[in-house]
């Protein structure tokens, strides 16, 4: 199967006619390929988005609304294929895909077409003076660049504002996990998404987001990924004055106090470290964990992993599915290796899983926990992207403070307390763009939505993401 890139309302191969190899990560094979797009492929997106853009940025709110339900409603009948090619592409369970992506990707494009009836600009009453009303105009053509986790629920997470808003975009999924951005251009078009409106350009990182980086007509960028990539963007974006959100990696402390509720804080802490094998940036990749309920937590915590069944994505009964390639799983073994240098002792896990028959290539690896380990070693400050995690004890606020906020990131972080003053205390100290009390991930699609330090500058979620997607202009008029 070839995939195509979607530039004027059409589904065509890239300029260069080359395509690249894309692989199922469950059994290691090649099973379709891949637009290696070019700079001109960009170009052509670029135009097509601009010619769209006068007559898009004019449509009315309630026309917008009207295509982006219909496109939401077309993912919500196509949910099975749209799981399964998710599944396939990615590695993941494909229940979690049923559960989670597919429907989530859903609820983005309809949260933000009714959101943006709902929008409404600020005004500013000076006492008889003047008044000052603020329009907010859309920015012309975006850029959105999203990564190989949660492919089709954070492609559309970005694209859902910004055709709210009014723009036009240009778009790259990651070149790893492409399907469902395609799957995504061909519901486009059956909803009557006007050419050019959206535009989907495949291929290579480097080369394609890096075209839509450099391009001086793309006024803003959208981006999730990794801190480097976020660098190198920010690099290029910064001195083009080019408007920038970036939602980077993590290292997410999962705090347990010792009068946490055990039994939820244990299935939790299992989901929260290794849902989606790991590789999702909201992730409590450290367990802190009080002393006096450190022993009885870790041994439980222990047993409930070692019963996490890795397996054949498309079997119900999988906890864990594969990881998304073969580099990847060679990254996160790289990182086992460290933790044991650096003096880790792997509780369980730790190892490549070797399925059988058709799986036998597939990317598997064992839950893995790790103890005994310094809250500033590499393990512990790096982002592992896997199903690994570390655990240890602590003894106080202060000093679990110190290890939480030890890291350059600060995107996530999750307490378990039944004392709600601690709670609070501690949310508030906490540095970090989401804290989490007594929960994990549990997502209301108007919060504020981002991380501090290497984590990311700029929040998506709810107004936050139509802000970012439009320009105000203030208007003063003398009274
Ligand atoms: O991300 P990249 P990758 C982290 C995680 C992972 C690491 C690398 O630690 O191991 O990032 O993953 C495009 N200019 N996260 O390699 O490379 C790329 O094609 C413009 C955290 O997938 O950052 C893809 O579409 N674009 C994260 C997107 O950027 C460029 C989720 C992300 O790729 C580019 C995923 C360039 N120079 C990985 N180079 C999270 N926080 O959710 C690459 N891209």
Known sequence: MQIQNYIGGSLINPSSNLFLDNYNPAQGKVYSYIPDSEKEDIEK??????????SW??????????????????IEQKHDELALAESIDNGKPVKLAHHVDIPRAASNIRFFATAIMHYASESHDMNGVAINYTLRKPIGVVGCISPWNLPLYLFTWKIAPALAAGNTVVAKPSEVTPMTAYLFSKICIEAGLPEGVLNIVHGLGVKVGAAITEHPGIKA????????????????????????????????????????DFENALRTSVMSSFANQGQICLCGSRIFVERPIYEKFKTAFVEK?????????????????????????EKVLGYIELAKEEGGTILTGGEQIHLDGELKEGNYLAPTVIEGLAFNCRTNQEEIF?????????????????????TQYGLAATVWTQDVTKANRVAAQLES?????????VRDLRTPFGGVKSSGVGREGG?????????????????
């Open 463 to 479: 107004f936050n993401a139509l802000n970012f997607f439009t320009e105000p202009t203030n208007v003063c008029i003398k009274l």
């Open 433 to 441: 763009g989401i804290v989490w009390v007594n929960c994990w991930l």
């Open 57 to 74: 940025s004019k449509t009315t709110r309630e026309e917008r609304f009207r295509i982006m339900m219909k496109i939401a409603d077309l």
């Open 221 to 260: 960028i959208s981006f999730t990924g990794g801190t480097e990539t976020g660098k190198a963007i920010a690099k290029v974006a910064a001195p083009m004055f080019k408007k920038l959100s970036l939602e980077l990696g993590g290292k997410n402390p999962n705090i347990i106090f010792a009068d946490c």
């Open 45 to 54: 997106a670029y135009k097509a988005a601009k010619e769209a853009f006068p």
């Open 386 to 406: 896997g199903p690994v995690v570390t655990i240890m004890p602590f003894d106080t606020e202060e000093e679990v403070l110190t290890y939480a906020n030890s």
């Open 305 to 329: 992993v070692k019963k996490l069944k890795v397996g054949d994505p498309n079997d119900a009964s999988s906890n864990l599915g594969a990881l998304v390639s073969k580099d990847h799983l």
